[in-house]
């Protein structure tokens, strides 16, 4: 009965001491504490055995499992990819998939693992082909950073026949140069892969003491935002885009992917959205294969640099991650940062590279003991002392006493072991010893045991040096594949394509995409908002529907565009049923959605008059008809919008006139009293912006255009819609000035000369080269000073030759870009600097002499790089 209560109750604990024998088996445990305990065991279990790696060698369970058996397997050859698994599963006892799984994913990080087959691409996300067609071994790298079994912690396998490492003595920041992502229970593991060289001068840095800083580098390249990183802890998040480029009017190109996408993933959210309306594509051909190609054919009419910022925007060619630094340490998960893992693991490097040498003092110590020993013996003929020893015993006394007078001279005590392996020393090699090549021996020993304590004096120094030879050996082709950049906020409000048509019912006061029989008015996108304007002089935005009611007697229903200061609306409205008529200017910008308003003072009765809408300020004259009433004058008199000043849309505005009004009539448009627009160009993110960020452009209207130089001698022009894409080589950005001559010093590879130019630029929105085309042939030098000057520098066999200073515009006349110029010099060219030029004034009246020369500040471009150049 007692039993049963304690059971009633939920009592987790065992009620009593099960009895000997088949009692036992009916022993009775609460289910509560049953799943309490295996639950807990078995999310212990999958953290510390299967998701999560470890901080000291930065590797999961199967993939330390899977290094030790290739280690234990490897003698230099390929090995089938199935007997490699065959091989793990002695250590890894949860199936051949995972092994199989974990393997292909090491080989396609091209960094521990050496392939040779079909393994799959990172690229199109296809799979490798099945294990017993391909092939790995361990690369060079892995056996040089990862294995040591003098400095390994080992343990007993899962079914105790083998013995594998609980860590492998890793000395590199592996965990970070390879990424991963484990999910467990209640917990994930995200960490992302680090550039190789970066790592290595991060590390070098943490020992001399000086900062660091760390960001990720995606083997599939791409575009990345790290400002938000966080050191890659809980909370972060990076920005990655694939890189598009524009191939011409009609079509774009994807160069390279984001991290964690394909090529098929990525072209089937482009074909989503194609498919919603929300861009508008004709085809996409992907021509992938070692390098990502995928070609975008634009549909007649649509703007390239809105589908560039339509595909960041709405598919995924720009998508966000979020990094979860969680490793084991301590037989317990812990989140840190990437920087405090790569200091771990410099320590953790500093540590076996110690060790390591410590073994190595103990080897050399016992070798020089061993040949100190072995030369007393021989030379000293103490073989000679056992010629008449009858027993084993007397041998190892009689060597013994032979050592005694020379014990001084070694290291350490002679021991038994030591006289036995005197005792094994051949006849032969006894009568051929070489007492001159014994010593040269025993004097490597001791420089190399004097070279091993400077290393051990001075640990910090050699593993600086061990970082920098790792680099150097293994380096190479390991440069940054992922651009930092920051990314400028894309509203996919602004950038989605039209995909409705808009209708509005005037007489009923409804609106939508579904009223089809109704009025047209606009094209708008399914993200849009609408604003309508009654005659009451309310107005309200909403979301654009199939069919929403917005009030009877609307005068006015369009898209409308948040913070859009540039559209004024133009108003004339009576003030209640008998009060004065006013008359406003005013921008609309942000709204809350669905909230009313009013173009009014809101008094009852009040009613708008005449209305205008103008997309960038335009003021209109318009012709005011008073009602005829007695004693009235002026019947009709006129109005100019552009004398009246813009205000906020809740302003009362002016009074036009007191009189009551028939009718208004637009006697002529106007033009915009809003000038032009301001612009600037943000560096950061190679956008245009009319914030203020950045470098300021000028104020552009109508036709202006906006010029871009490159740094390998292109120039283009291009309108300034703030979509616009450009480089990321821009040399020169600003307003562009026809007329305007440019003189411009080059590298000609063909004519293996330098050459200098002066033009003036052909309005083109294609690029155009204003230099040699050849690869080879590079821009030294580009200014807008109406009178340059050079001095050049002789270098090589022409080095004692004087500097010669040319004056450009007395040198070469205004031709046109496609010309190649004139020949700088014939000589061997050192150094070209712009010196101050002078700027020569005409007179109305010549007198010979009476040139005068004033300084004139140079603007001048030039590639740093470049302006010194030894032939």
């Not at 002016?654 to 600037?680: A, D």
């Amino acid at each position: 009965m007692k039993e049963d209560e304690e059971l009633a109750s939920g009592n987790p604990e065992r009620l009593e001491e099960p009895e000997e024998g088949p009692a036992a088996l009916h022993s009775v445990t609460a289910l509560s504490g049953m799943y309490k305990d295996w639950f807990l065991d078995y999310a212990s279990y999958v953290i510390l055995e299967r998701a999560v790696p470890h901080l000291n060698d930065g590797l999961k369970p199967v993939q330390r499992r899977i290094l030790h058996s290739m280690k234990r397997m490897d003698d230099g050859r390929y090995n089938k990819v199935a007997n490699i698994i065959g091989h793990t599963m002695q250590f890894h006892p949860h199936g051949d998939a995972s092994i199989g799984d974990a393997l292909v994913q090491m080989g396609q990080k091209d960094l521990l693992i050496d392939t040779q087959g079909n393994w799959g691409n990172i690229l199109t996300g296809d799979g490798a082909a099945a294990p017993r067609y391909i092939e790995a071994r361990l690369s060079k790298f892995a056996l040089e950073i990862v294995f040591n079994p003098k400095t390994t912690d080992w343990k007993l396998s899962y079914d105790g026949r083998n013995k594998e490492p609980v860590t492998l003595p890793v000395k590199f920041p592996l965990l970070l140069a390879i990424g991963v992502e484990g999910i467990a229970v209640g917990l994930a593991s995200k960490i992302l892969p680090h550039n190789f060289n970066e790592l290595i001068d991060a590390s070098i840095n943490y020992l001399l003491g000086k900062e660091f800083v760390l960001y990720p580098d995606f083997p599939t390249g791409g575009l990345i935002d790290v400002s938000k990183y966080n050191d890659g802890q809980r909370g972060g998040i990076v920005k990655v885009r694939a890189k598009i480029e524009k191939a011409d009017k009609k079509s774009l190109v994807i160069t390279e992917i984001p991290f964690g996408k394909t090529t098929s993933s990525l072209i089937e959210s482009i074909i989503k959205a194609n498919e919603k309306g929300k861009i508008k594509i004709k085809k996409i051909d992907d021509n992938t294969s070692a390098n990502v190609e995928i070609v975008i054919h634009l549909l007649p009419g649509v703007s390239p640099d809105k589908t560039i910022d339509a595909l960041y925007a709405l598919t995924d060619c720009e998508y966000s991650i979020s990094p979860n630094t969680c490793v084991i340490t301590g037989e317990k998960p812990s989140f840190m940062g990437v920087s405090e893992i790569l200091r771990h693991s410099v320590d953790n490097t500093v540590r076996l590279l110690k060790t390591e040498l410590e073994i190595r003092l103990k080897e050399l110590q016992e070798e020089w003991h061993m040949s100190s020993l072995e030369k007393i013996f021989i030379e000293e003929k103490i073989y000679r002392d056992i010629e008449e020893c009858e027993t084993w015993d007397a041998v190892i006394k009689a060597i013994d006493d032979g050592l005694k007078p020379f014990r001084k001279r070694l290291l350490r005590e002679v021991t038994r072991n030591d006289i036995v392996q005197l005792t094994e020393i051949r006849i032969k090699r006894i009568s051929k010893f070489d007492s001159k090549k014994a010593d040269e021996h025993i004097k490597g020993i001791e420089a190399e045991i004097d070279e091993t304590k400077n290393h051990l004096g001075n640990i910090t120094a050699y593993t600086i040096n061990y970082f920098r030879q790792i680099r150097k050996k293994f380096g190479k082709g390991r440069e940054r594949k992922t651009e930092i950049r920051s990314f400028d906020t894309i509203l996919a409000s602004k950038v989605v394509a039209n995909n409705a048509r808009l209708y509005i019912n005037y007489k009923e006061g409804f609106i939508g995409t579904g009223l089809k029989k109704d009025e047209f008015i606009c094209e708008c996108s399914d993200m849009d908002d609408i604003i309508a304007i009654r005659k009451d002089g309310g107005y309200l935005v909403t979301k654009v529907t199939e069919k929403v009611f917005v009030g009877n007697d609307i005068i006015y229903a369009q898209v409308f565009r948040k913070n859009d200061e540039r559209t004024i609306y133009n108003v004339v409205y009576q003030d209640g049923r008998d009060g004065p008529v006013y008359v406003k200017r005013c921008a609309i910008t942000g709204l809350t959605r669905d909230k009313e308003y009013n173009l009014t003072r809101g008094i009852p009765g009040s009613k708008i008059i005449y209305f205008s809408a103008n997309p960038n300020g335009e003021a209109e004259v318009i012709r005011v008809h008073h009602k005829p009433r007695a004693r009235l004058k002026k019947l009709v008199f006129e109005f100019d919008f552009g004398q009246l000043g813009i205000k906020g849309r809740s302003s009362m505005g002016n009074i036009l006139t007191r009189n009551p009004v028939h009718r208004i009539t637009l006697k002529e448009k106007g033009l915009s009293t809003l000038g032009g627009r301001k612009i600037w160009f943000d560096d950061a993110v190679f956008r245009l912006n009319a914030d203020g960020r950045g470098i300021f452009l000028g104020e552009f209207s109508g036709d202006d255009k906006v010029l871009v130089i490159t740094k390998n001698g292109y120039f283009r022009m291009t309108g300034f819609d703030l979509s616009n894409h450009f480089e990321d080589n821009i040399l020169i950005i600003e307003k562009y000035s026809p007329g305007k001559v440019y003189s411009v010093i080059y590298w000609d590879s063909e004519q293996d000369h330098y050459y200098v130019k002066r033009f003036m630029l052909e309005e083109s929105e294609k690029p155009q080269c204003f230099i040699n085309e050849s690869p080879e042939s590079k821009l030294i030098s580009i200014t807008e000073v109406e009178y340059p000057r050079f001095e050049i520098s002789f270098g090589g066999k022409h080095k004692g030759r004087e500097s010669e200073i040319i004056e450009v515009a007395e040198f070469i006349g205004v031709k046109s870009y496609k010309a190649r110029g004139k020949r700088l010099t014939n000589f061997m060219v050192d150094n070209i600097r712009e010196i101050e030029p002078v700027v020569k004034k005409e007179t109305s009246d010549f007198v010979p002499g009476a040139e005068s020369e004033e300084p004139q500040i140079p603007m001048q471009h030039t590639d740093p790089a470049q302006m010194k150049l030894e032939l």
